[in-house]
């Protein structure tokens, strides 16, 4: 069973940072995308950033460019996004989801995902001024 478990949300100040984690469990092929994506009240789902899991290749979207950081440590399965320089605009629910047969990082970063997409429960994450 593909488990993905959030955590590091939490209420921080603007200009603040926190590190979101996201621990991966049960994925059926050693290659997939794995992204942070991230949802305020009344909004779309947002893409922020994705990471392959066979090269460490990364994506970012142009909104988080420069802010936001992700990575990954494969001996803990677990991928993080280091957000920096938070604003209040940046308070939403962030998510992590991972596709074992995505086609391309970008494309998966852009919102096409297989079948086998998982999605985790989200943090949640509020910016105050």
């Known amino acids: 069973e593909v488990q993905l478990v959030e955590s590091g949300g939490g209420l921080v100040q603007a200009g603040g940072s926190l590190r979101l984690s996201c621990e991966v469990s049960g994925i059926p092929t050693e290659d997939y995308a794995i992204g942070w994506f991230r949802q305020a009240p009344g909004k779309e789902r947002e893409a922020l950033s994705c990471i392959s899991s066979s090269d460490g290749s990364t994506y970012y979207t142009d909104s988080v460019k420069g802010r936001f950081t992700i990575s990954s440590d494969p001996a803990k399965d677990t991928v993080y996004l280091q957000v920096d320089s938070l604003k209040p605009e940046d308070t939403a629910e962030y998510y992590c989801?991972?596709?074992?047969?995505?086609?391309?990082?970008?494309?998966?970063?852009?919102?096409?995902?297989?079948?086998?997409?998982?999605w985790g429960q989200g943090t949640q994450v509020t910016v105050s001024s």
């Open positions: 989801a991972a596709d074992p047969y995505y086609a391309t990082l970008s494309s998966f970063c852009g919102g096409t995902y297989t079948s086998g997409v998982h």
